[in-house]
């Protein structure tokens, strides 16, 4: 009878409290953009080892002769989109969806996934924000959109961006403090790599790939991320950084060990906007940023570990971008940029020291047209070079050079 009771006063009080939420409506804001890339892209057979940082075209192998590729790109765009804003008093919220395209075949058709879905309560001196937003860790300076026609802004080629994240975040003003779902990328290098590094011979003591015996792996503690923003007249400045780390688990004959592996990342970045020019740069260093799913378009950005001796070595990380650019009239702009990549590694348990290094350079030249309202078309020309594998004690091995010629097509609606 009690508990009758209870649930009767509970109804009563939620239909008391529906006129107040009828009156109180929330505001919807819909939104969508459609993003089409077209490109004409060509790799040259170094990049069989180098990576196609996106890319169709890849060098292959036809009976041990390795040959260059050229492929047309005609595809929806990954981060085409559909969405909504939404807000009631002092909550809110957004959510999108977006294309969940696998594989550079897979097609625009594949499926959808959550882009961003959080939450937001203002509470008077900041912003508590919940779900999935992009991270503290991100800064765009440039729009480079190609090969591949992914995310675009550089993503992959230096850009300070950690992805969309599930994350509890506060925002006061210019600071943002998050923490945000951990990654645990347990690979030593990136997957292209293997195919160069773990032939017999080559590196005998390095492992490269996940450990055979590896038991478990382990997420301890949240990713913590933090930035500032500011803005002084025409320049904007940015200052953030994020740590991961997560424990690996594995199996030493009869005996178990474990061991941490920790990333981190720092970056400092500005926009300057002087009449019709602007320029942006950003700057960044950081340790195993592969570890924590940060996107580069390197090789050796991941610890590398002994699986007998159990020594273990950090991989370096650098990044810098320079963007130029002239805002002819309302409705045309022009752009371009030099990037510069690099990840250093020392090789664990050689006597002497085998080091590894990777250093990409990438160069860009875009227009930016808008002929209407909501409407861009973008033409690109660049070119990655992926550069050298080089080590101490081998011959260098040729990444290969991607160059493109593409165009974004994007309405927003």
Known sequence: MKKLCVLFVALVMVFAAMPAFAQDKADWAFYGQARFWTSW???DEGTFFGGSAGSRARGWNAGGVLQDDSELDWKLQTNSRLGAKV?????????????????????????VTWRLMYGTWNFGPGTLVVGKDYTPYFFIVSGMCGPGGGECNGIGQGTVYHGRRAQIKLVMDGFQ????????????????????LTPPGVLPTMTFADFANVDDVDQTLPGI??????????????????????????????????FSIKSWALAIGAKTAFGPIYANGSFQYGSNVGNAGMPTNLLITRMAKDGVTLAEEDAEYMAAQLILGFKATDSLSFEGGVIWQKGDLDVPSTVPTINLEQTMWAYYIQAVWSPAKNVFIV??????DNGDLQTTTLSDIDLGKITWFGIKWQINF
């Open 41 to 43: 892209e060509s790799a």
């Open 177 to 196: 403090f998050a923490l945000v779902q951990p990654n645990s990328q347990t690979r030593a290098v990136d997957t292209d790599a293997t195919v160069i």
């Open 379 to 384: 033409p690109e020309l660049g070119i990655i």
């Open 225 to 258: 991320e933090a930035s500032y923003s500011a803005n002084l007249g025409p320049v904007g400045l940015y200052l953030g950084g994020f740590y991961n780390t997560f424990k690996q688990e594995f199996n030493v004959g009869t005996a178990t060990t474990d």
């Open 87 to 111: 807000k009631w008093g002092n909550v809110g919220g957004t959510a999108e969806f977006g294309n969940a395209q696998t594989g550079a075949d897979a097609g625009a058709d594949f499926g």
